[in-house]
Structure formats: structure tokens, C-alpha cells
């Protein structure tokens, strides 16, 4: 029996094939594959018995990668080399700022899912993200008393400004001071922390999030922390936590926003007296900067420039750099324009200049050491922000949106039927609470992770882009179903004011089409790619050691990387990740779910390294197309984010319809994404990332109907789904008389009349009851003395009517009216 298997061709044949099939599905060493090589060589020959020529021919052709995958000096010499001069003449030189934008942070989830193979295990193990008691308790108490305070019609369409009340809460609870450790007089608050602060505040009133979250986010606190010398952390960052000096950072210039390397403000080192002091070591500054926040009150300006030592007065070279520096706002020079008006929002924020600013040497953030390292010390301090800051904002937005339009969605009626009941609705409400829970999970996910000492700068650029996106879409979905509701600003419209903060979102920090276009695909192909930096240092000889060598090893890996995901993309691609790993934790109905996104992984990672192999350092230039690899691999965050966050809550039954959708939501961009991508690289490229990526074709579409309007009817009712995506807002106090109150208390009496609403509906199109048009009560009243309902079931129903009615009304202004009718007078209208 043992001779007849031996002896049978397909049975060796397809050993073989295996053998090699799984060495390189599973990205095998060099070590294992030589063997196997030689193990098909001999296979051939006995099995076909070939004749001794061709016998010594296959050999050579076999032994040949052998020998250089075994042997490194002839590997080097004969392969290596001249790889290594081709790779430097095709991939561009990394510039000193890219260099610094690259190695700032670091990389975590993002790494993984370069790799084509995540480990999904590392994810659920890692901590979630949690509160202390004392931030719970902020929470609770000043956050909660602050948004009291809030009117957000009144702050950016009467006063221009928060409340005096409020500032002064800001002041006496030191939310300036939130970041700022406990032994400088700050909170000391973990990122999620300050992050739920933000978010409660934005949902109650954007103008004033944003205030409170500049001076955390991206002021001189935070480099004087991480940079600043001894005495500068000593005396400025009390005075900061205090808001004895309220700070402000000045970078965006005329000429230079998104790109501050181009920074046309400058700085001269020079002698002047000063403080009554004579020839004391300094700079002279010319700047003009715009768009900064808290200028207009800003008593510590935290400013950016270009350095020059003409004089030579530091020893060094002329042309010394980027550096940063802090200019009390006062100081004899500076000079704040008026405000500027974003999007006619009020918090303060306008442009501040400088001419021939003097300041001591001591006044460089960190020092005489940190001269030109500006731009490194922003990379290095600042990028997380973009993960903290607006995600918070655009959460806030998002929840926001979803709270009043459930609520208003069950309170308005057309044709007698609430329209939460239409599926034009629901698709827009199913839509509105999906993308609510993909960006919660998110946000917290991403908190979690830099809670634990992550610096991720790529994926800081995934959620400062999606985030922000995101909000102008569930905005965008919440004015659809109000209607014409929306856009009649005034206090009765507490959706208005959020209309305006997505096309703040989408600009700052990085212009969403440059964090798009050139960050997220751009840098992290080289920051997560597991061998793709490691080869740019070899060439440009940024390692220790032999540069040949170095690029030796992760040229060696990275052909084993892409020859791995190339056949796993292919194999899961066939099965729809099928005999993939899935946690094991994982409940079983949702493996299926990590089984894709491995799939979507290898495909992703292997198309990565064909577009590398393509367009080489041209790819940077190809913007649409880095785009569309943006795009693909911020899904596959959200989505694992989304994975996470369900099991971080042990998979709560009530999100269950949420998470569906934002999965199914999710890999269906991911397919348009690549689709459209490979159909715009076009040839045998396009041609092969399609066969790569969907071998059998489209397997993932849209979000299906029936989870659409399953995820309306769950979250347009006051249950647990709605309650749990309205998590980490403010919500009014019952009884308040606050506009949203008055929803939720209209939302509530529709539901529990509801039996009532439709008896009564019913009686009338059977003409029991004759309707009094225009005139609720008296019908109510007729249907009362006909039998219909008793004294209880009329009160109800009136009740019910008067908070419908009060819900749905929308502002009048008398004063807007006369200015009207003058300018009709003065067209010749009216």
C-alpha cells in the first residue's frame, strides 16, 4: 500500500503544492523554503523521469535561489546591490521635516493592520478606557454646572461671547488646567478624561468646547511639559492651570497653514536692552499670524517662527530653524487684530502680530538647547491632539443631531403617521445612528490607546479626518429630517448652531483633504509598512551598521511579506476570509466579521506594496490615489474599532443593530475605495489588485434594508439603544423648559398616547367624530362626550397635542421682520 502511495504523481504533486502554498500563505523563513524548493526539484524528476540534462538544468535553476537565499555575502553581491541603487534612485529623499513628521509618535493598531495578518487577541486584551472617580465627579459637577450655563443661540447670535458666569467657572474650576499635572496645580486628567469634558461641553455648545479645549489640546502647556526648562515649567504652568495667563499658540501664518514649514515669520538673535537691563542675549520677531483661538483674549502667546543668527552671536550656523517661543501678549510690539468670525461662531479667535518683538534667549520654550527644533518639538507634541480634540467635538455633534432627531422624528407627523415611520426617515435615522456608534467606538478605542502611553500619528490623521467627516454627515442627515425646522435658526432650533461647527472641523488641524491625501496613506505607508522605512534608512544610510546589510534584511522580509499576503489575499478573497483566525472569544456570530476584515487586510497590504512597486516615489504626487488607500484603511480602523468597543461591553444586545450596520457600512467603502482605485490605476496593475482583492468579485455591498430600518425602529423610540448613543452628553435637566427637554417630553407623551392617537384617528376616518380643523382640544371634546375616551384619556391626548405642537414651533423675530419689509421697500419688492 505504502509503495502504491509513493508511487502515485497527483498525490506528490499535490503535497508539494501545499507544502508551498502554506509556506507562503504563512510567510515562512528562507530557512524552510530552500528545502522545499529542492524537495520540488527532486519531486519533478523522479516523478517524471527526465533525462539527465534536464535533471542537472532544474537542479541549477533550483540551487541557484537557494544558494542566495541561504548564502548572504553572494546574496548581496549579486542581488542586493544593485537593488539597493535602483531603490535609491527611485524613491525620493526624505526631507528633514518629513523625516521629523515620520518619526514622530508611534505606530499600534495601524502597524497591524499593515501587516495583512492582525492579531486580534493583542486588540481585546488591550485596556479599555475608563474614568477615575475625579473625572467622573468633574463630570457630574463643574461640566455639568458649566453647561447650565450655556446657551449656544445667545453665545453666537447675541452676546458673541460666553457669559461672564461661565468664564469665571472655567477660570475657579481650572479647565484650562485639565492636562496639567496635579503638581503644578492642574487636574491631571487622563486624555479620556479631558476628551469627556470636551464632548459633554460641545454637546451643549460648540463656542464654548472649543475654549475650553485649545489651552489642552494645542497650547504652550503642553510643550512647556514634554520641553520646557526647570524654571519655565515652574513658573509658567502654575499660572496656566490657574488661567492666570490664558495661552494661546500662534502657528498658521498667511502663507503657511497645513504646510508650517513654510513659515515666512522670522526671528533675529541680537543684543537690546531690556527689563533695565543692557545688551541682554535675545530675538527680534516679526510675525503675523492667523486663525489663532483664545488670541483676542490671550495673555501668553505661544509663536512659532524661523531663527536667524546673522552675528554668529550663538556660535553656530546662521540659518538655525523652526523654534518655538513664548511672548507674553503685552509685551511692547504685539499687536491683536479684531476678531475673526468662523462660520459665526463665537469663541475667540483672530489673528495676533508682532513687530520687532523683543524677548530674552530664556523664552524659547525648553531653552538655548532647543533652538530649530521647533517643528520636531510640534511633531512630537501635537499630532495626537488631532485623535482627542476634534473627535470630541464631532461625537459631540454627532450624538447631538441623533438625540433631536429621534425625538423630533417620533414628535412630527405627516398623512396622521409619525414620520420616524417612513423609510425615507429611517434610511436617514439608520444611517444617523450608525455613524454615531462607529465614532464613539472610535473615539474611545483611540483614547484607550493613548491613555496607555500610544502616540499614534497615523491613526490620529484616520480619526481627525473621519471624525470630522462623519459629523457633517450626520449633521447633513439630522437637517434632512427636520426639514425646514433646521434652517430657522433661533432658540427653539437647537440643532442650528450645530450646522456650522463641520466646516470648522474639516479645516483646522490640517485641512481634511491634505490629512487625507498625503498623511494617512502618505506617511503611513512608510511609518506601518513593516519593512518599507527600514529599507528608506538603509539607503540613506540612516542606521548603525553596514546600510547594504540592513537593507538586506528588509529587502528579504518584505518579498516574504508581499509573496504571504499576495496568496492570502487570494485564498480569503476565494472564501471571504473563511479558515482565517478569529478570537476565540469572540461570540460566534460575529467571527465572521474579524474573518473579513483579515481578509480585507492581506488585500490591502498586498496592494500597498503594488502601488509602491508601481508608481515608486511618484505615489507621493498621486494624491486620488493615496486618497482611496486612505479611505480604505481608515475602514478598516473603524471597523476594528467598532469590533473592540463591542467587546470591551461585552457585546450589548441593545447596539446590536449599530454595530451591524457600522461594519456592513464599513466594508462596503472599503470595497468602493479599492474598487474605484484599481479601475483608476487601469492596465495589469488595476487589472491585478481587482483579482487580488475580489477574486470572485463584489461580495460586500451596502447596508441592508431590513437592518437599516430595524436600527430606525430601535433607536426612534426612548429605549436603551438611544440611551446608550446619547452617552457622554448633556442632557437637560426634566422639567427644565430647555428646547431639547421639550422634545424628549414630547417624544415621550407620543409614545405613551400612542394606542390613544390612533383610536382617536380611527374614530374620525369612520366618522364617529367630526374634526374641528385647526382646533385639537374641541376635537378631543367631541370624541370625549361621543364615549370615546374618559376625562383621563382627553386630558392626555390635549396634553400630548400642546407639547407636540410646542415641540415642532420654530422662532419668529419681529425686529428681523421690519428689517425685511425696509429692504423689500428699498429692491422695489413687495
Wanted: aromatic share 8%; with cysteine; net charge neutral.
Amino acid at each position: 500500500m505504502m509503495e502504491i502511495w509513493l508511487q502515485s504523481q497527483p498525490l506528490w504533486w499535490s503535497a508539494i503544492v501545499l507544502l508551498l502554498l502554506g509556506a507562503t500563505l504563512f510567510s515562512v523563513s528562507r530557512w524552510l523554503w530552500t528545502p522545499l524548493l529542492l524537495l520540488l526539484a527532486g519531486g519533478m524528476v523522479w516523478m517524471t523521469e527526465m533525462a539527465v540534462v534536464s535533471a542537472v538544468v532544474l537542479f541549477l535553476v533550483a540551487i541557484v535561489p537557494a544558494l542566495l537565499a541561504l548564502l548572504g555575502p553572494l546574496r548581496r553581491l549579486v542581488l542586493v546591490r544593485p537593488m539597493m541603487a535602483f531603490y535609491r534612485r527611485a524613491m525620493p529623499e526624505i526631507s528633514d521635516t518629513e523625516r521629523a513628521a515620520l518619526e514622530a509618535g508611534s505606530t499600534w493598531w495601524d502597524a497591524e493592520l499593515f501587516t495583512g495578518r492582525p492579531d486580534w487577541n493583542q486588540l481585546l486584551r488591550f485596556p479599555k478606557a475608563t474614568l477615575s472617580k475625579e473625572e467622573r465627579d468633574f463630570l457630574d459637577g463643574p461640566t455639568e454646572r458649566l453647561c447650565a450655563l450655556l446657551d449656544d443661540y445667545k453665545i453666537d447670535n447675541v452676546t458673541r461671547d460666553l457669559p461672564q458666569e461661565a468664564w469665571d467657572l472655567i477660570r475657579s474650576e481650572r479647565f484650562f488646567g485639565m492636562v496639567i499635572p496635579r503638581e503644578y496645580g492642574g487636574l491631571g486628567f487622563s486624555q479620556y478624561g479631558h476628551a469627556a469634558v470636551v464632548m459633554k461641553i460641545a454637546s451643549r455648545s460648540i463656542s464654548a468646547a472649543l475654549t475650553v479645549m485649545i489651552p489642552n489640546s494645542v497650547g504652550p502647556a503642553k510643550l512647556l511639559l514634554k520641553y520646557g526648562s526647570t524654571a519655565q515649567k515652574q513658573y509658567y504652568i502654575p499660572r496656566l492651570a490657574r488661567a492666570e495667563d490664558i495661552p494661546c499658540f500662534a502657528l498658521t501664518s498667511n502663507d503657511a497653514g497645513s504646510d508650517a514649514g513654510s513659515l515666512q515669520d522670522s526671528g533675529v538673535v541680537c543684543k537690546q536692552d531690556h527689563a533695565g537691563q543692557q545688551d541682554v542675549l535675545g530675538i527680534r520677531l516679526n510675525f503675523d499670524k492667523r486663525y489663532i483661538t483664545l488670541a483676542p483674549v490671550a495673555t501668553l502667546l505661544g509663536v512659532a517662527f524661523r531663527l536667524q543668527d546673522p552675528e554668529g552671536l550663538l556660535g553656530g550656523e546662521k540659518e538655525l530653524g523652526i523654534t518655538l517661543a513664548l511672548v507674553p501678549a503685552d509685551a511692547p510690539g504685539v499687536e491683536k487684530g479684531y476678531r475673526h468670525d468662523p462660520n459665526q461662531m463665537s469663541f475667540m479667535n483672530g489673528p495676533v502680530r508682532g513687530k520687532d518683538v523683543f524677548i530674552p534667549l530664556e523664552n524659547i520654550i525648553g531653552g538655548r538647547e532647543f533652538v530649530g527644533r521647533g517643528w520636531r518639538m510640534l511633531m512630537e507634541s501635537l499630532t495626537d491632539g488631532r485623535a482627542i480634540s476634534l473627535p470630541a467635538l464631532s461625537t459631540a455633534t454627532a450624538k447631538t443631531s441623533h438625540r433631536l432627531a429621534t425625538a423630533y422624528a417620533r414628535v412630527r407627523e405627516q398623512f396622521g403617521v409619525a414620520i420616524a415611520d417612513f423609510e425615507g426617515i429611517q434610511e436617514k435615522l439608520g444611517r444617523l445612528a450608525g455613524n454615531t456608534h462607529a465614532m464613539d467606538a472610535a473615539r474611545l478605542v483611540t483614547l484607550a490607546a493613548l491613555d496607555e502611553g500610544h502616540k499614534p500619528s497615523v491613526i490620529s490623521a484616520i480619526m481627525k479626518y473621519n471624525m470630522t467627516e462623519r459629523a457633517r454627515d450626520a449633521v447633513n442627515d439630522a437637517v434632512e429630517i427636520h426639514g425646514g425646522a433646521a434652517v430657522c435658526l433661533g432658540p427653539r432650533n437647537p440643532l442650528g448652531q450645530f450646522q456650522r461647527f463641520p466646516a470648522i472641523g474639516i479645516t483646522v488641524e490640517g485641512h481634511n483633504i491634505l490629512t487625507r491625501t498625503l498623511i494617512t496613506f502618505g506617511q503611513g505607508a512608510i511609518r506601518c509598512h513593516p519593512h518599507l522605512l527600514d529599507e528608506l534608512n538603509a539607503v540613506q544610510g540612516q542606521v548603525s551598521g553596514s546600510p547594504l546589510k540592513a537593507f538586506d534584511r528588509a529587502l528579504c522580509g518584505h518579498v516574504g511579506h508581499a509573496l504571504g499576503n499576495g496568496l492570502r489575499a487570494v485564498v480569503l478573497g476565494l472564501t471571504d476570509g473563511r479558515f482565517s483566525a478569529a478570537p476565540a472569544t469572540a461570540p460566534r456570530s460575529l467571527r465572521r466579521w474579524y474573518r473579513r476584515l483579515n481578509r480585507a487586510s492581506a488585500s490591502f497590504a498586498v496592494i500597498t506594496d503594488l502601488l509602491l512597486l508601481s508608481y515608486r516615489g511618484e505615489l507621493k504626487r498621486k494624491e486620488q490615489l493615496s486618497g482611496r488607500m486612505a479611505d480604505a484603511l481608515s475602514q478598516l480602523y473603524l471597523a476594528s474599532t467598532v469590533l473592540k468597543h463591542a467587546h470591551d461591553r461585552d457585546y450589548p444586545q441593545a447596539t446590536a443593530d449599530a454595530m451591524n450596520w457600522a461594519l456592513h457600512d464599513s466594508l462596503a467603502r472599503f470595497h468602493r475605495a479599492i474598487d474605484t482605485l484599481s479601475r483608476n490605476v487601469g492596465g495589469f496593475t488595476g487589472w491585478l489588485i481587482r483579482r487580488l482583492a475580489f477574486p470572485v468579485g463584489g461580495r460586500w455591498h451596502d447596508v441592508p434594508d431590513a437592518l437599516v430600518r430595524s436600527l430606525a425602529a430601535s433607536v426612534s423610540h426612548g429605549g436603551e439603544a438611544r440611551a446608550l448613543l446619547s452617552e457622554g452628553m448633556y442632557i437637560p435637566p426634566a422639567g427644565s423648559a430647555d428646547r431639547m427637554d421639550v422634545l424628549e417630553q414630547a417624544m415621550r407623551a407620543m409614545e405613551e398616547s400612542a394606542g390613544l392617537r390612533r383610536k382617536l384617528r380611527k374614530a374620525i376616518r369612520k366618522g364617529a367624530v367630526t374634526p374641528i380643523l385647526g382646533d385639537y382640544k374641541a376635537t378631543v371634546e367631541a370624541a370625549q362626550a361621543a364615549g370615546l375616551v374618559d376625562d383621563r384619556e382627553a386630558r392626555q391626548l390635549i396634553r400630548t397635542e400642546e407639547l407636540r405642537f410646542e415641540a415642532i414651533r420654530v422662532d419668529e423675530f419681529a425686529e428681523l421682520g421690519s428689517r425685511l419689509e425696509e429692504g423689500g421697500r428699498v429692491s422695489g419688492m413687495g
